[in-house]
């Protein structure tokens, strides 16, 4: 039936128009004249419909589709309608699309296609669930208007390093809610939370807020209310609902530390693009000066990334009691871009701008960025084609080798263009291939150690080309020569400890034979699980001559620690593998045991009796130094490696010196989960230095001064151990601990001690932190923060970054 606009279905009052009457005896002409009858009777119905209103019961009604398209439904105990308007009572249901509106009284206009519903409204679309007294709503818009709410939305969050997930519902009432579309919902004089709403731990109050579903809650005026105890107040504030991010001030955070009083900060998160987005805050504390931090995201064009950083510090001194004011301030800014370009070509820029180790000791966060003491910096520009690469590049790196006083040696090569090639094949049917390596740039080289410094540009260039033959003897050997030769000019060189400005070759002839020998192996099962032992042996021998004048070569980089050397390297690797019944293979035990052998015991005359030497042949075996005098024999050196990837993960390093008979250096590194969340991780590592016979006596720990070497300050005997462990993580619901100390067995003293506990519970959490930090006179600080989390929204406090030893 249709009028106006408005369409019904009453198929039971056509069937009691135009079915077949039973027939009656004795009688031709009586039902068809009933049937005319009946018809004539109730044909104004048709035409009067619009006037009149009819009723049915538990019936569903199809009502007229909204402009916007769908099908919309009225389902009722008892329905009637009167013109435009639909009246449903008792479980009133209309549906349209996928919104639900349910009421105990439901009255719709069909030509404004608004309904409006009282009685245990509840409203569902999608992730919605609100909840009212009384409500109008339309169904073209998707707009209205609710009165006493209640309502939970379901939000997804991305987790994230210092954020508490939880998988509760955003939940909030309020007086009045406007639905502004089918995501947004404006508030007034409402609170929301993410606990249980019954007893809420936090929530939010406001008189005036704004849900943006997928991007924001806004509040004005709003108060965060612990235990219903308002705590913090907001003149506006907002919060990312799920994937969104939203620009404004950060919480503040607030803290405590021995050297530095009360520490009071804030920042404001700024993303205007969903491409970028940038940070700037500042800390100020009580008893030393103020802060600056910054940092810039972006991701401008596909497979680019630009991310830059500040922090600076104005120092007003620590305090000494036996002069003025100690100051450490300064700063530290990066910059880190990459970026895939067109016609192949890459671009790469990691900068590092450091202006002190003592600004890094006294202020930064954790002792593993606090003890850093190298800056480097690199940038460039590559192509890689047809097995070619083209490079242009600039590189700096800096070590600062101590803090008070301070002293370190900054190395430069920039600008530089290098060309190289992969081997490639000379012959058809000969396995003889071809290489090269050519560069040519600007070097620079200076110090705070000693006076030597070299000019900002010395020139330096070099090619290198290599011949590789590899051969095959059956199963049993297989042999691979390879010679180069290598070809550096340098502008200037070192006379004494002074710059010469006169140009200098180096020509060296290099050979390289590598001997690989069969491996054994065995084989065996122990249920469904196969285990396989091998035993590798290597054997490598490596052939220089031509470096002459090594002591006139400035050393730039590793490239100038490259001496004469006539040596052969061999070594046993053996590993033990396992594959489970599921097929999968893993490697449990690796064990590497290597040692040289030097045919020539002062590599050409580089050698320098009496002092620590480090050049390539010898760190290439070990990067702790261990000739002060000519060797035949290199250090044994062990790398066993346990990693059965479940519970405990360890590494054995050892040193042993076959000259000396002693140890030269043991390093352990172990990770153990021995039960759940539990975990703990220990490095070790002790170290004999040279040189020995300069030493003089004094207690463990004396700093000595390198002969040839004024200035640079080594322990003889350096013995240290680093360990973290607890359980569960800072965002894991339930109790979570942690407990790190970092100790120095030399100096008999504490460097770093960290203590936290915190719990997470359904919807918040809380955390406390003990820090302390002794860096001899620079920093000897205790730290006390604290965090309470709030689920899916962030934190309040200072607690941001967990500790770690790597």
Same mark, same amino acid.
């Given at each position: 039936?249709?009028?106006?606009?408005?369409?019904?279905?009453?198929?039971?009052?056509?069937?009691?128009?135009?079915?077949?009457?039973?027939?009656?005896?004795?009688?031709?002409?009586?039902?068809?004249?009933?049937?005319?009858?009946?018809?004539?009777?109730?044909?104004?119905?048709?035409?009067?419909?619009?006037?009149?209103?009819?009723?049915?019961?538990?019936?569903?009604?199809?009502?007229? @589709?909204?402009?916007?398209?769908?099908e919309?439904?009225?389902?009722?105990?008892?329905?009637?309608?009167?013109?435009?308007?639909?009246?449903?009572?008792?479980?009133?249901?209309?549906?349209?699309?996928?919104?639900?509106?349910?009421?105990?009284?439901?009255e719709?206009?069909?030509?404004?296609?608004?309904?409006?519903?009282?009685?245990?409204?509840?409203?569902?679309?999608?992730?919605?669930?609100?909840?009212?007294?009384?409500?109008?709503?339309?169904?073209?818009? +998707?707009?209205?208007?609710?009165?006493?709410?209640?309502?939970?939305?379901?939000?997804?969050?991305?987790?994230?390093?210092?954020?508490?997930?939880?998988?509760?519902p955003?939940?909030?009432?309020?007086?009045?809610? /406007?639905?502004?579309?089918?995501?947004?919902?404006?508030?007034?004089?409402?609170?929301?939370?993410?606990?249980?709403?019954?007893?809420?731990?936090?929530?939010?109050?406001?008189?005036?807020?704004?849900?943006?579903?997928?991007?924001?809650?806004?509040?004005?005026?709003?108060?965060?209310?612990?235990?219903?105890?308002?705590?913090?107040?907001?003149?506006?504030?907002?919060?990312?609902?799920e994937?969104?991010?939203?620009?404004?001030?950060?919480?503040?955070? @607030?803290?405590?530390?021995?050297?530095?009083?009360?520490?009071?900060?804030?920042?404001?998160?700024?993303?205007?693009?969903?491409?970028?987005?940038?940070?700037?805050?500042?800390?100020?504390?009580?008893l030393?000066?103020?802060?600056?931090?910054?940092?810039?995201?972006?991701?401008?064009?596909?497979?680019?990334?630009?991310?830059?950083?500040?922090? +600076?510090?104005?120092?007003?001194?620590?305090?000494?009691? *036996?002069?003025? @004011?100690?100051?450490?301030?300064?700063? #530290?800014?990066k910059?880190?871009?990459?970026?895939?370009?067109?016609?192949?070509?890459?671009?790469?820029?990691?900068?590092?701008?450091?202006?002190?180790?003592t600004?890094?000791?006294?202020?930064?966060?954790?002792?593993?960025?606090?003890?850093?003491?190298?800056?480097?910096?690199?940038?460039?520009?590559?192509?890689?084609?047809?097995?070619?690469?083209?490079?242009?590049?600039?590189?700096?790196?800096?070590?600062?080798?101590?803090?008070?006083?301070?002293?370190?040696?900054?190395?430069?090569?920039?600008?530089?263009?290098?060309?190289?090639?992969?081997?490639?094949?000379?012959?058809?049917?000969?396995p003889?291939?071809?290489?090269? *390596?050519a560069?040519?740039?600007?070097?620079?080289?200076?110090?705070?150690?000693?006076?030597?410094?070299?000019?900002?540009?010395?020139?330096?260039?070099?090619?290198?080309?290599?011949?590789?033959?590899?051969?095959?003897?059956?199963?049993?050997?297989?042999?691979? @020569?390879?010679?180069t030769?290598?070809?550096?000019?340098?502008?200037?060189q070192?006379?004494?400890?002074?710059?010469?400005?006169? +140009?200098?070759?180096?020509?060296?002839?290099?050979?390289?034979?590598?001997?690989?020998?069969?491996?054994?192996?065995?084989?065996?099962?122990?249920?469904?699980?196969?285990?396989k032992?091998?035993?590798?042996?290597?054997?490598?021998?490596?052939?220089?001559?031509?470096?002459?004048?090594?002591?006139?070569?400035?050393?730039?980089?590793?490239?100038?620690?490259?001496?004469?050397?006539?040596?052969? #390297?061999?070594?046993?690797?053996?590993?033990?593998?396992?594959?489970?019944?599921?097929?999968e293979?893993?490697?449990?035990?690796?064990w590497?045991?290597?040692?040289?052998?030097?045919?020539?015991?002062?590599?050409?005359?580089?050698?320098?009796?009496?002092?620590?030497n480090?050049?390539?042949?010898?760190?290439?075996?070990?990067?702790?130094?261990?000739?002060?005098?000519?060797?035949?024999?290199?250090? $044994?050196?062990?790398?066993?490696?346990?990693?059965?990837?479940?519970?405990y993960?360890?590494?054995?390093?050892?040193?042993?010196?076959?000259?000396?008979?002693?140890?030269?250096? $043991?390093?352990t590194?172990?990770?153990?989960?021995?039960?759940?969340?539990?975990?703990?991780?220990?490095?070790?590592?002790?170290?004999?230095?040279?040189?020995?016979?300069?030493?003089?006596?004094?207690?463990? +720990?004396?700093?000595?001064?390198?002969?040839?070497?004024?200035?640079i300050?080594?322990?003889?005997?350096?013995?240290?151990?680093?360990?973290?462990?607890?359980?569960?993580?800072?965002?894991?619901?339930?109790?979570?601990?942690?407990?790190?100390?970092?100790?120095?067995?030399?100096?008999? /003293?504490?460097?770093?001690?960290?203590?936290?506990?915190?719990?997470?519970?359904?919807?918040?959490?809380?955390?406390?932190?003990?820090?302390?930090?002794?860096?001899?006179?620079?920093?000897?600080?205790?730290?006390?923060?604290?965090?309470f989390?709030?689920?899916?929204?962030?934190?309040?406090?200072?607690?941001?970054?967990?500790?770690?030893?790597?």
């Amino acid at each position: 039936m249709r009028a106006r606009g408005v369409r019904v279905r009453l198929k039971f009052l056509f069937r009691s128009l135009f079915e077949p009457l039973p027939p009656m005896p004795n009688s031709t002409i009586l039902p068809t004249l009933c049937r005319f009858g009946l018809l004539a009777a109730v044909a104004p119905v048709f035409f009067l419909a619009p006037r009149i209103a009819f009723a049915q019961t538990t019936a569903k009604t199809q009502l007229v @589709p909204p402009k916007r398209g769908g099908e919309a439904s009225l389902a009722a105990d008892t329905q009637r309608w009167a013109g435009k308007i639909y009246y449903g009572d008792g479980n009133v249901d209309v549906i349209y699309e996928n919104a639900r509106l349910h009421a105990d009284h439901v009255e719709y206009n069909s030509e404004t296609e608004v309904a409006v519903a009282r009685g245990h409204v509840a409203l569902d679309y999608m992730t919605q669930h609100v909840e009212a007294d009384d409500a109008r709503y339309e169904l073209r818009t +998707g707009k209205g208007t609710f009165h006493h709410v209640r309502a939970t939305f379901a939000m997804q969050r991305r987790p994230a390093p210092t954020l508490f997930i939880s998988p509760n519902p955003l939940y909030f009432e309020a007086d009045e809610t /406007e639905r502004l579309d089918d995501n947004t919902y404006h508030l007034r004089k409402a609170w929301m939370t993410v606990c249980d709403p019954s007893h809420p731990t936090w929530k939010f109050y406001a008189p005036e807020a704004t849900v943006t579903l997928r991007k924001s809650v806004r509040l004005e005026n709003g108060n965060f209310r612990l235990y219903s105890i308002p705590v913090l107040y907001f003149p506006y504030a907002t919060f990312p609902a799920e994937k969104g991010r939203n620009s404004g001030f950060m919480i503040p955070d @607030p803290g405590h530390t021995s050297q530095k009083g009360y520490v009071l900060g804030d920042a404001f998160y700024w993303a205007p693009l969903d491409w970028m987005d940038l940070s700037l805050g500042a800390s100020y504390y009580s008893l030393r000066g103020w802060s600056q931090r910054g940092e810039l995201r972006m991701r401008p064009w596909e497979n680019a990334r630009l991310e830059a950083s500040y922090f +600076g510090v104005i120092d007003r001194g620590l305090e000494q009691s *036996d002069g003025p @004011p100690l100051r450490q301030g300064g700063h #530290e800014v990066k910059l880190l871009f990459t970026a895939d370009l067109p016609k192949g070509w890459r671009a790469v820029a990691d900068l590092d701008q450091l202006t002190s180790l003592t600004f890094r000791l006294a202020w930064f966060e954790t002792f593993s960025q606090a003890v850093n003491s190298e800056v480097k910096n690199t940038a460039f520009l590559t192509k890689n084609f047809d097995g070619y690469s083209l490079d242009f590049a600039a590189h700096s790196y800096e070590n600062f080798l101590s803090a008070t006083p301070e002293s370190a040696v900054t190395l430069r090569a920039a600008p530089e263009a290098r060309f190289s090639s992969v081997d490639r094949p000379l012959f058809e049917r000969l396995p003889l291939y071809f290489s090269f *390596d050519a560069f040519v740039g600007g070097v620079h080289r200076s110090e705070t150690v000693t006076p030597f410094t070299t000019p900002g540009f010395v020139g330096r260039s070099e090619i290198a080309p290599t011949v590789t033959m590899p051969l095959h003897f059956g199963t049993l050997l297989d042999v691979t @020569p390879s010679f180069t030769f290598r070809s550096t000019y340098y502008g200037g060189q070192m006379q004494g400890a002074a710059f010469l400005n006169q +140009g200098i070759f180096r020509n060296t002839a290099e050979l390289s034979v590598d001997f690989r020998l069969p491996t054994i192996e065995r084989v065996w099962n122990r249920g469904e699980t196969k285990w396989k032992h091998t035993i590798e042996p290597s054997f490598e021998y490596n052939y220089v001559n031509g470096v002459d004048h090594f002591a006139n070569l400035i050393r730039f980089d590793e490239d100038e620690t490259l001496t004469d050397t006539n040596e052969v #390297e061999y070594g046993i690797t053996q590993r033990l593998f396992r594959r489970n019944g599921a097929g999968e293979a893993q490697e449990i035990v690796t064990w590497k045991i290597r040692q040289k052998y030097y045919f020539d015991p002062t590599f050409g005359g580089a050698l320098i009796n009496g002092q620590r030497n480090v050049f390539q042949a010898l760190d290439s075996i070990t990067p702790f130094a261990f000739a002060d005098g000519p060797r035949r024999f290199s250090p $044994i050196v062990s790398d066993l490696t346990i990693e059965p990837g479940k519970h405990y993960d360890t590494e054995f390093i050892l040193n042993y010196d076959t000259q000396r008979n002693r140890m030269n250096a $043991i390093g352990t590194l172990l990770k153990v989960k021995p039960y759940k969340e539990s975990f703990l991780t220990v490095a070790q590592f002790s170290t004999l230095n040279l040189p020995l016979s300069s030493t003089p006596a004094g207690p463990p +720990g004396t700093c000595i001064n390198i002969p040839g070497e004024p200035g640079i300050c080594f322990q003889q005997k350096s013995n240290q151990v680093r360990a973290i462990g607890g359980y569960g993580d800072m965002n894991r619901h339930g109790w979570n601990l942690t407990f790190g100390a970092s100790y120095d067995f030399t100096a008999v /003293e504490f460097q770093n001690q960290i203590a936290e506990i915190g719990y997470n519970g359904s919807c918040c959490g809380f955390g406390f932190e003990y820090r302390k930090f002794s860096f001899g006179s620079i920093r000897n600080e205790n730290q006390y923060m604290g965090v309470f989390r709030i689920a899916n929204l962030g934190s309040l406090g200072n607690l941001r970054r967990q500790e770690k030893i790597f």
